[in-house]
């Protein structure tokens, strides 16, 4: 199984911070990673796709990069609706999801 | 607009089994693969199961292999999973998704609002 391991698990900013958060494969994927933003109750939305793809609609302060076996979700100027939790997804080989970082306050 | 209702969740005793359902509207059902995502209380999101347009590749994460069975039904719109020999740490919020592509695991671009699964006796 390819683990995806993120970090931090919890993150503290500001609105207007610049936000970056990490996802590593445990054996290379290629591209083949997404992100998603999850708020309490509800179900995840898709920011990310082929690591740096904007899904249409996603406000473009949110990008993403990497390849192989390292990856970063950017949010370059956080907004008050940016407070949530963030999850890599890698589908190179099946599918799994990383821990999750709670961007809060 | 792709809406995605999931249905058939409840409390069930440990061992029991559970069908949930998910109907599609809003897009081709017939020419994405689906998949299963499910949340336990408080814990971060686990990929359970996926399937291919025509239900000929099914795929499943190893802590539900050969208790679930993922299925769909193209002239319903309708995407399925059985679980069998239910245990506590299947207790979760279980979405369905729709996948970008037609076969393989691909990233999820809906999601469908979520169905409880409570394991207990």
């Known amino acids: 199984d390819i683990q995806m391991t993120q970090s931090p698990s919890t993150l503290s900013a500001s609105v207007g911070d610049r936000v970056t958060i990490t996802c590593r494969a445990s054996q290379s994927i290629s591209t083949w990673l997404a992100w998603y933003q999850q708020k309490p109750g509800k179900a995840p939305k898709l920011l990310i796709y082929r690591a740096s793809s904007l899904e249409s609609g996603v406000p473009s302060r949110f990008s993403g990069s990497g390849s192989g076996t390292e990856f970063t979700l950017t949010i370059s100027s956080l907004q008050p609706d940016d407070f949530a939790t963030y999850y890599c997804?890698?589908?190179?080989?099946?599918?799994?999801f990383g821990g999750g970082t709670k961007v809060e306050i | 607009e792709v809406q995605l209702l999931e249905s058939g969740g409840g409390l069930v005793q440990p061992g029991g089994s559970l069908r949930l359902s998910c109907v599609a509207s809003?897009?081709?059902?017939?020419?994405?693969?689906l998949s299963w995502v499910r949340q336990a209380p408080g814990k971060g999101l686990e990929w359970v199961s996926g399937i291919s347009t025509s239900d000929d590749r099914t795929y499943y994460a190893d802590s539900v292999k050969g208790r679930f069975t993922i299925s769909r039904d193209n002239s319903k719109n309708t995407l399925y999973l059985q679980m069998n020999s239910l245990r506590a740490e299947d207790t979760a919020v279980y979405y369905c998704?729709?996948?970008?592509f037609g076969s393989g695991c691909n990233d999820l671009d809906y999601w469908g609002q979520g169905t409880l699964v409570t394991v207990s006796s």
């Open positions: 998704a729709k996948d970008r």
């Open positions: 809003g897009f081709t059902f017939s020419s994405y693969a």
């Open positions: 997804q890698q589908y190179n080989t099946y599918s799994f």
